[in-house]
């Protein structure tokens, strides 16, 4: 079962030493398409640390 981030949970935020490391564990949060007609944003959110981050890239 993955744990919840600390925002949500309200728990200490205990960072992973994967995560330190720079091994996070992607998952996709969400995207949206809204910039341009040829753009597209996906969010990712890492399981243990609760990291997001965003990628762009064209539609084809």
Do not use: Q
């Amino acid at each position: 079962m993955a744990k919840s981030p600390s925002y949500v949970s309200g728990t200490a935020n205990k960072r992973s030493i994967l995560c330190y490391l720079g091994l996070h564990k992607w998952k996709r949060a969400g995207g949206t398409s809204h910039f341009s007609s040829n753009v597209r944003e996906k969010e990712y959110r890492c399981e243990r640390c609760g990291r997001t981050k965003a990628v762009y890239e064209t539609k084809e």
